[in-house]
């Protein structure tokens, strides 16, 4: 696997994450259990975002003082695109965590701490499927081709699914919990589980934990094949994935209650998805440039966010 990244490039990036997740979890614990505000989510996300452009910007320098500025150039611009994907795909997620808290009527101070162990549970995983994946494509090339047409498969399954309800009481995955996991059915603080009647129980808290791992699993499976589209580096692969994923906690609490008024982001990314893959799937004919890719991910998701509040969805009947 050809890389840029350097120990000195790992050690870097790895100890901007944990000096960032330690802040973080330091601050939040500093103001206790308590529900988030719009205005703190709002500085937390602006936070995240400069950190992701910052190092950025500093990769594309570095970059450009040790493999020359057109080389530097390049990595700079496929991190960029990377996390502009990541980042799109994530409000994806975030529409789902939004269903599942709403549905288990997770109390607002518990959400923070559900929410820290999924990104710590999705960077963990993302970096294992990101070396897999890096692995599998410097030994089979061909498996450009099967991403590629999965991510096609999923851009149509996402136009045709966009605008409907899912219906979480047909998820199967929480219907086999519900039927074998023995629970409770109030919230005990912050607790997983407890003993009632000297039985063990679990609290809807480990079943809406549980939910959001899978749930992490699902869209990095779905992510993770659209950045390798965009370069099969491991390190920018990893840098941008994990980068989208740290501000996924201050958007979650920036977009509720907000949701409703993107109804039309779900067909902008779909969009890109199936672009995504149809670059993949030309990548032998014609390989699209990195600027071209950029521009079409921003302008496509800027416009349907635009859209969405231009025109606003119809009042639910």
């Known amino acids: ?6 120990p000195f490039l790992w050690l870097m990036f790895a100890g901007v994450v944990v000096v960032a997740l330690l802040v973080d ?27 992701a452009l ?43 965590f939004l269903m599942i808290f709403t549905y288990f009527s997770v109390p607002e101070e518990q959400k923070q701490r559900v929410l820290v162990i999924g990104i710590i549970a999705a960077i963990v995983l993302r970096a294992i499927l990101i070396f897999a994946g890096a692995f599998l494509l410097a030994k089979f090339h061909w498996i450009l081709y099967v991403f ?23 998820n199967p995955l929480l219907r086999w919990l519900t ?9 005990h603080g912050s607790a997983l589980s407890v003993l009632e ?32 589209a965009i370069t099969d580096d491991p390190f920018i692969v990893l840098t941008s994935n994990v980068f989208a994923v740290l501000g996924l906690r201050a958007m979650f609490f920036l977009l509720q209650g907000m949701a409703d008024r993107f109804h039309l982001l779900p067909y902008g990314l779909a969009m890109v998805l199936m672009f995504i893959g149809a670059k993949m799937l030309l ?21 349907t966010i635009a859209l969405s509040l231009l025109r606003p969805p119809p009042p639910a009947r």
């Open 1 to 6: 696997m050809e890389s840029i990244g350097t």
């Open 25 to 51: 979890l330091v601050l939040m614990r500093h103001g206790g259990p308590h529900k988030v505000t719009f205005k703190e989510a709002t500085w937390w996300s602006i936070g995240w975002v400069v950190l």
């Open 54 to 96: 910052a190092f950025n910007a500093w990769l594309w320098w570095y970059s450009g003082q040790q493999f020359g500025a057109a080389e530097g150039e390049r990595i700079g611009m496929e991190f960029l695109t990377g996390y502009l994907v990541e980042k799109s795909l994530a409000v994806d997620n975030i529409f789902v």
């Open 148 to 170: 590629g047409a999965f991510l096609l498969l999923t851009g149509i399954k996402m136009i045709m699914a966009a605008g409907k309800a899912p219906d979480l009481e047909q």
């Open 179 to 187: 039927a074998h996991v023995p629970m409770t059915r109030s919230y």
């Open 197 to 228: 009647g000297g039985k063990k129980l679990y609290t809807p808290l480990f079943i809406v934990i549980v939910m959001i791992g899978i749930t992490d699993v699902i869209f990095a499976v779905d992510s993770i094949p659209a950045i390798f």
């Open 283 to 303: 990548v032998d004919i014609y390989k699209i440039p990195i600027g071209i890719s950029l521009g079409v991910v921003a302008t496509t998701i800027a416009a």
